[in-house]
Nanobody, 124 residues
């Protein structure tokens, strides 16, 4: 079965930390670009972090740079989003996503495969 399964999320006070995980299965093991997106209520979905599975190159949105870290396990079956120094504005539904192409675009439409989403709340 081809899918992305997320875990983690929840609520943390401002300044706190949370960790999200996304496990890939089936042929999605071969995906090249894996990303985390978020969508706050009433706002468009935005990319926050991405990793190129080939060499582990990462990239971040300016809003999370220095606070969030994307990583993958050695087997490349699971990738993570470590979120530190959380802010209330980080509150959103977070989604993992993957595609077989390179990490060239932040556009959600470039990603055909998505996790189910998990809520992250940064409380003040």
């Amino acid at each position: 079965q081809v899918q992305l399964v997320e875990s983690g999320g929840g609520s943390a006070q401002a300044g706190g930390s949370l960790r999200l995980s996304c496990t890939v299965s089936g042929s999605l093991y071969m995906t090249i670009c894996r990303s985390w997106f978020r969508q706050a209520q009433g706002k468009e979905r935005e990319g926050v972090a991405r990793i190129y599975t080939g060499d582990g190159t990462t990239d971040y949105a300016d809003s999370v740079k220095g606070r969030f870290t994307i990583s993958q396990d050695n087997a490349k079956l699971t990738f993570y989003l470590e979120m530190n120094s959380l802010k209330p504005e980080d509150t959103a539904m977070y989604y993992c996503a993957a595609h077989y192409g390179g990490c060239r675009s932040w556009a959600p439409t470039e990603f055909p495969y998505w996790g189910q989403g998990t809520q992250v709340t940064g409380s003040s």
